[in-house]
């Protein structure tokens, strides 16, 4: 069965910094995309970036200050902030990519909420 | 920039009603359109990819169709489980574009 369990909700103040995780399990995690969606409270979906596992190839959208990383051998990406604002207060998911040469996310993560606040 | 749009912003059917949602690209996506279920309260569930293919799971009730810049998401319908907002998505040389969304709820 493909999982993607995330890390669990964080708080933190303005100008701090925070790495969140995403762990694959139950398919080959090195050949699918995994991406990062953001949902601001009541709002809508953002796609944030995608990094492929088995060589770290990374796209980002340019709406987002973020850094996105994985380490292959432990099944498990990052999303990382260096200086966090209120506006980042968000739900963020993992999202994984139906394959290569396909447009879709099949599989999310159960997400990890981010409150940023003084 | 591809922009999504998505109509109506919501709406309100009794169950067994048939309900569709729009959703229009600002230029030719051919059938690179994505259609996703979020509960109150969860993750967002794929339902339909490629504009008209259910994913594995999901009842048939539910289907797409569309190409081009229109496409259109409906309920056969309507059941109480799917109260949700229903997000359209494009995809586009690694760019993700999501729909504002369409919230549904039972009348």
């Known amino acids: 069965e493909v999982q993607l369990v995330q890390s669990g909700a964080e708080v933190r103040k303005p100008g701090e910094s925070l790495k969140i995780s995403c762990k694959g399990s139950?398919?080959?995690?090195?050949?699918?995309?995994i991406g990062w969606v953001r949902q601001m409270p009541g709002k809508g979906l953002e796609w944030m970036g995608i990094?492929?596992?088995?060589?770290?190839d990374t796209t980002y959208s340019p709406s987002f200050q973020v850094t996105i990383s994985a380490d292959k051998s432990i099944t498990t990406v990052y999303l990382q902030w260096s200086s966090l604002t209120a506006s980042d207060t968000a739900m963020y998911y993992c999202?994984?990519?139906?394959?290569?040469?396909?447009?879709?996310?099949?599989?999310w993560g159960q997400g990890t909420l981010v409150t940023v606040s003084s | 920039d591809i922009q999504m749009t998505q109509s109506p912003s919501s709406l309100s059917a009794s169950v067994g009603d048939r309900v569709s949602i729009t959703c229009q690209a600002s230029?030719?996506?051919?059938?690179?359109l994505n259609w996703y279920q979020q509960k109150p309260g969860k993750a967002p569930k794929l339902l339909i990819y490629?504009?008209?293919n259910l994913e594995i799971g999901v009842p048939s009730r539910f289907s797409g169709s569309g190409s081009v810049t229109d496409f259109t998401f409906t309920i056969s319908s309507l059941q109480p489980e799917d109260v949700a907002t229903y997000y359209c998505?494009?995809?586009?040389?690694?760019?993700?574009?999501f729909g504002p969304g369409t919230k549904v709820d039972i009348k």
């Open positions: 999202v994984r990519l139906g394959g290569s040469y396909q447009g879709y996310f099949d599989y």
């Open positions: 139950g398919y080959k995690f090195s050949s699918y995309w």
């Open positions: 990094i492929y596992p088995g060589d770290s």
């Open positions: 230029q030719d996506i051919s059938k690179n």
């Open positions: 490629d504009a008209s």
């Open positions: 998505q494009h995809y586009d040389n690694f760019i993700f574009t």
